[in-house]
C-alpha cells in the first residue's frame, strides 16, 4: 500500500515521458510538490502498450490517491482495474468517438480529464503539405496499430475530402515495422507523410524525420515532436493538455468526483516549420505561413 503521510499520484504514460512535465508544472502551480506535499509512482510505456496493464496494475495495488495519465488506450487500461481511483487523463482523441464516455458535460464514473482532438486538424495537415507541394496527390498516415484507428480515420477523411488519395500504415510496437512502412509508401509513391500523435510515433520520432527526408518525403508531426526534425509540426501541444490535468487532480485531492467534472476540449493552433528540413527537401515554405508559426527552426 502507498505511504498515506503524503497524498500519492500514480502517473501513467503510454509514450514517452516528455510531456508529462507540463502536468508537473501545473501541479507546482497548485502547491503541489514532489515529495513536499504529494508522491508519485510513475511508469513510462515507451510506445510498448502491452506494459500497460501490468502498469495499471501496479498502481491499483498501491491504492494510490488518483491515477493521472495520458493516451485513450492508457486510460482503458486503468479502466479496467479500478472502478473506484479517480483517473484523470489527457487524450488527443474524442473521448466519446473512442469510447471513453458518453457525455462530455458529465462523464460519469470515475474517469475525467482533458482532450485536445481537434477534427478540423486532420485537414490542416494536408492543406499545410500542399502549400509546400502543389502537386501532392497521396499521402501516407503513419499510426500505431495497439491503439484505436480514431486518429488514423480522421486524417484518412480529411485526405479524401481534399480528393486526395490515402496510405494508412500503422505499426505495432515495441519494434515497430518501419522500414516495411517507408519501403510500402516508395512502392506506393506516396508524396507526404502525417505521423500521428500516438505512442509508437513519440520514440521513433528522430527515425522517422530522418527517414522521410532521405526519401524526399515533407512530413508533418504533432506539436510536441517538433524537434524529430519533420518539416512541419502543428496542433495543441500534448504539454500544454497535461498541464491543465493538474487542475482536475488538485480538485480530486479535494474531494471533487472525476465524473462530476466536465471534460474539457483544448484547441491551440501552433504551427512550427523546420526551415532546415525544407533546405534539405528542396522546398520553399510560403511567407504566410512563416508569419503565422510560433516557431521557425533556422
Given at each position: 500500500?502507498?505511504?498515506?503521510?503524503?497524498?500519492?499520484?500514480g502517473?501513467?504514460?503510454?509514450?514517452?515521458?516528455?510531456p508529462?512535465?507540463?502536468f508537473?508544472?501545473?501541479?507546482?502551480?497548485?502547491g503541489?510538490?514532489?515529495?513536499?506535499?504529494?508522491?508519485?509512482?510513475?511508469?513510462?510505456?515507451?510506445?510498448?502498450?502491452?506494459?500497460?496493464?501490468?502498469?495499471?496494475?501496479?498502481?491499483?495495488?498501491l491504492?494510490?490517491?488518483?491515477i493521472?495519465?495520458?493516451?485513450?488506450?492508457?486510460?482503458?487500461?486503468?479502466?479496467?482495474v479500478t472502478?473506484?481511483?479517480?483517473?484523470?487523463?489527457s487524450?488527443?482523441v474524442?473521448p466519446?468517438?473512442?469510447?471513453?464516455?458518453?457525455s462530455?458535460?458529465?462523464p460519469g464514473?470515475?474517469?475525467?480529464?482533458?482532450?485536445?482532438?481537434?477534427?478540423?486538424?486532420?485537414?490542416?495537415?494536408?492543406?499545410?503539405?500542399r502549400?509546400?507541394?502543389?502537386?501532392?496527390?497521396?499521402?501516407?498516415?503513419?499510426?500505431?496499430?495497439g491503439?484505436s484507428?480514431c486518429m488514423?480515420?480522421?486524417?484518412?477523411?480529411?485526405i479524401?475530402?481534399?480528393g486526395?488519395s490515402?496510405q494508412?500504415?500503422?505499426?505495432?510496437?515495441?519494434?515497430?515495422?518501419?522500414?516495411?512502412?517507408?519501403?510500402?509508401?516508395?512502392?506506393?509513391?506516396?508524396?507526404?507523410?502525417?505521423a500521428?500523435?500516438?505512442?509508437?510515433?513519440?520514440?521513433?520520432?528522430?527515425?522517422?524525420?530522418?527517414t522521410?527526408?532521405a526519401?524526399?518525403?515533407?512530413?508533418?508531426?504533432?506539436?510536441?515532436?517538433?524537434?524529430?526534425?519533420?518539416?512541419?509540426?502543428?496542433?495543441?501541444?500534448?504539454?500544454?493538455?497535461t498541464?491543465?490535468?493538474?487542475?482536475?487532480?488538485?480538485?480530486?485531492?479535494d474531494?471533487?468526483?472525476?465524473?462530476?467534472?466536465?471534460?474539457?476540449?483544448?484547441s491551440?493552433?501552433?504551427?512550427?516549420?523546420?526551415l532546415?528540413t525544407?533546405?534539405?527537401?528542396?522546398l520553399?515554405?510560403?511567407?504566410?505561413l512563416?508569419?503565422?508559426?510560433?516557431?521557425?527552426?533556422?
Amino acid at each position: 500500500m502507498a505511504s498515506k503521510d503524503l497524498p500519492t499520484i500514480g502517473i501513467m504514460i503510454a509514450g514517452t515521458e516528455r510531456p508529462i512535465e507540463g502536468f508537473k508544472t501545473g501541479l507546482k502551480e497548485f502547491g503541489l510538490v514532489e515529495g513536499q506535499t504529494v508522491k508519485f509512482e510513475q511508469r513510462v510505456a515507451n510506445g510498448e502498450l502491452g506494459k500497460l496493464p501490468a502498469f495499471a496494475a501496479e498502481l491499483a495495488h498501491l491504492n494510490v490517491d488518483v491515477i493521472a495519465l495520458i493516451g485513450a488506450v492508457t486510460a482503458r487500461a486503468a479502466q479496467k482495474v479500478t472502478t473506484t481511483i479517480p483517473i484523470i487523463y489527457s487524450v488527443v482523441v474524442d473521448p466519446i468517438g473512442d469510447g471513453l464516455t458518453t457525455s462530455l458535460e458529465r462523464p460519469g464514473g470515475n474517469m475525467t480529464g482533458v482532450t485536445s482532438f481537434d477534427p478540423n486538424q486532420a485537414r490542416t495537415h494536408v492543406d499545410l503539405l500542399r502549400s509546400v507541394c502543389p502537386k501532392l496527390s497521396r499521402v501516407a498516415v503513419l499510426s500505431d496499430k495497439g491503439v484505436s484507428e480514431c486518429m488514423s480515420n480522421s486524417n484518412e477523411h480529411a485526405i479524401r475530402d481534399r480528393g486526395l488519395s490515402s496510405q494508412i500504415l500503422r505499426v505495432l510496437g515495441p519494434d515497430p515495422d518501419l522500414d516495411g512502412a517507408f519501403a510500402a509508401m516508395k512502392r506506393e509513391q506516396a508524396d507526404a507523410l502525417i505521423a500521428v500523435e500516438e505512442p509508437i510515433i513519440g520514440p521513433n520520432r528522430m527515425r522517422i524525420a530522418q527517414t522521410a527526408v532521405a526519401l524526399q518525403l515533407p512530413t508533418i508531426f504533432p506539436r510536441e515532436m517538433a524537434d524529430a526534425g519533420g518539416l512541419f509540426s502543428y496542433g495543441t501541444s500534448l504539454r500544454t493538455a497535461t498541464r491543465h490535468m493538474a487542475q482536475y487532480v488538485k480538485n480530486v485531492l479535494d474531494g471533487a468526483k472525476p465524473g462530476e467534472m466536465p471534460i474539457r476540449t483544448l484547441s491551440a493552433h501552433e504551427l512550427v516549420v523546420n526551415l532546415q528540413t525544407a533546405a534539405r527537401l528542396g522546398l520553399t515554405v510560403p511567407a504566410d505561413l512563416l508569419d503565422r508559426a510560433v516557431e521557425v527552426i533556422q
